[in-house]
């Protein structure tokens, strides 16, 4: 089981940028994606983007794509995700997770979660 540390969030005006980070220790060789997923108060915890580990392929959520930008460093056993134009609306707790599948949007097939960290945009 791989442990992942969450961390970069805080407070920004709307339009702002973030850097997220997450860190993993005693990472699984199995681990093949690495994924963001968000959740609001009262809401569930969604998909945000995905990277596979070995091969750097990229995917998001509509609700993203092209504001947020999901990378990774093996070298430092971390994926960041640079989160730009941010709004109101991303205003979340943001979690990374690992799961050994590919592709993948559904938290069911994450199996390794971080604690988590808050990102809060002010309007």
């Known amino acids: 089981q791989v442990q992942l540390v969450e961390s970069g969030g805080g407070l920004v005006q709307d339009g702002g940028s973030l850097r997220l980070s997450c860190a993993g220790s005693g990472r699984a060789a199995s681990t093949y994606t690495v994924g963001w997923f968000r959740q609001a108060p009262g809401k569930d915890r969604d998909f945000v983007a995905g990277?596979?580990?070995?091969?750097?392929?990229?995917y998001y959520s509509d609700s993203v794509k092209g504001r947020f930008t999901i990378s990774r460093d093996n070298a430092k056993n971390t994926v960041y995700l640079q989160m730009n134009t941010l709004k109101p609306e991303d205003t979340a707790v943001y979690y990374c997770?690992?799961?050994?599948?590919?592709?993948?949007?559904?938290?069911?097939?994450?199996?390794?979660w971080g604690q988590g960290t808050q990102v809060t945009v002010s309007s």
């Open positions: 997770a690992a799961s050994t599948r590919a592709t993948s949007t559904t938290s069911d097939d994450f199996n390794s």
């Open positions: 990277i596979s580990w070995w091969g750097g392929d990229t």
